[in-house]
C-alpha cells in the first residue's frame, strides 16, 4: 500500500519529466531545420551575387572586345601603309582581345561548375549562361575573320594567336634565363689557406722552380671544388686574412687589388677593380703563413 501511494505521487513529476524530454528534442530539431535552411539561404545569396558579378564581369570584357574590334578595324582602313608602330598597337589589341576571351570562357566554364555543385535549379541562370556562350560563340567567329584579314596584311598568325599572359610568360621565363646566366657569368670561387694545408689538400703541388730563383706553388689541375667559396664577384670586395705573409697564387692583375698590411698584419686583400681582378682567372687561391 505504502509503495502505491509512493508511485502515485511520483507519477505526475515522471510524466511532466517525459513531456520536457520530448519538447526539447523537438526544440533541437526545429533548431536544426532553421540553421539548415539559414545555411542554404547564405550559400543560395552568395551563388547569386557570384553569379551576377561574374556575368557583369563578362559583358563588361565583351563591350572591350567590341571597342577593340573598332580600333583595329579603324586603323587597317585608313587606306595607307601601316607604320611599325601602328602595327604593334595592332598586336597589343589582338592580344587583349584574345586574354578577355580566354578569361570570359574560363568565368563561363567556373559558373556551370558552381551551379552544378550547388544542386539549385535556377532556370534564368542557366538561360543567362546560354545566351553568354552563344555571345562568345558569335565573338569567336568575329575575331577570327578579323584575324584573317589581318593575316592579309602580312600580320603573323602566330603572333595574332598570342595573348597578353603568354607574351609575360615568354618575357619572365627570357628574364629568369638572362639573370641565371648574369649571376653565371659573374660566379667566382676562392679559398683561403695555410700553404702547407693547401698541398696537403692538394689544391696545391710543388713544381721546379724557375731560373734558380726557388720552387713556387701552383694550381693544381684537379681539385677539389667544393673546398672554395662560391661568391658574385660584383658583391666581393675584400677578404679578411690577419697573417703574417699572403700570396694570391693564382693570376690577377697586380692593379685590381690591395693587400692592407697594418703593423705587419696582412688584414686583407681588398679588390679595387673586379672586372679587371677577375679578368683572367675566376679562381682565387690565397696562400697564407702565419
Known sequence: ??????????????????????????????????????????????????????MNEIQANLAEIKTRE???SNKTTQG????????????????????????????????????????????????????????LAEKDVEITRLKEELTGLNFSISVLNDTISQIRDRNRNLNNVIADKTNEMNE???LVGDKKELIEKNILNKQGGFLGLGRTQKLAGDVDMNEFTKVDIRNLTSI???????????THPAGSYELIVVDKI?????????????????????STEE
Open 1 to 54: 500500500m505504502k509503495r502505491l501511494m509512493i508511485l502515485l505521487i511520483a507519477l505526475p513529476f515522471i510524466l511532466a519529466s517525459c513531456e520536457n524530454k520530448k519538447q526539447t528534442e523537438q526544440i533541437n530539431q526545429l533548431q536544426a531545420e532553421q540553421q539548415r535552411l539559414y545555411s542554404e539561404s547564405v550559400a543560395k545569396d552568395s551563388l547569386i551575387n557570384d553569379f551576377l558579378l561574374t
Open 70 to 72: 573598332k580600333l583595329i
Open 80 to 135: 595607307s601603309e601601316l607604320n611599325k608602330t601602328t602595327r604593334e598597337l595592332i598586336n597589343e589589341d589582338i592580344r587583349l582581345i584574345n586574354e578577355l576571351m580566354q578569361e570570359n570562357k574560363l568565368k563561363i566554364s567556373s559558373l556551370n561548375r558552381k551551379l552544378k555543385e550547388s544542386n539549385l535549379k535556377i532556370t534564368e541562370f542557366e538561360n543567362m549562361v546560354a545566351i553568354a556562350n552563344i555571345q
Open 188 to 190: 667566382a670561387r676562392f
Open 240 to 250: 679578411p686574412l690577419d697573417v703574417k705573409k699572403a700570396t694570391l697564387m693564382t
Open 266 to 286: 696582412v688584414k686583407e686583400l681588398a679588390i679595387k677593380d673586379y672586372a679587371q681582378f677577375w679578368q683572367k682567372s675566376r679562381i682565387l687561391v690565397i
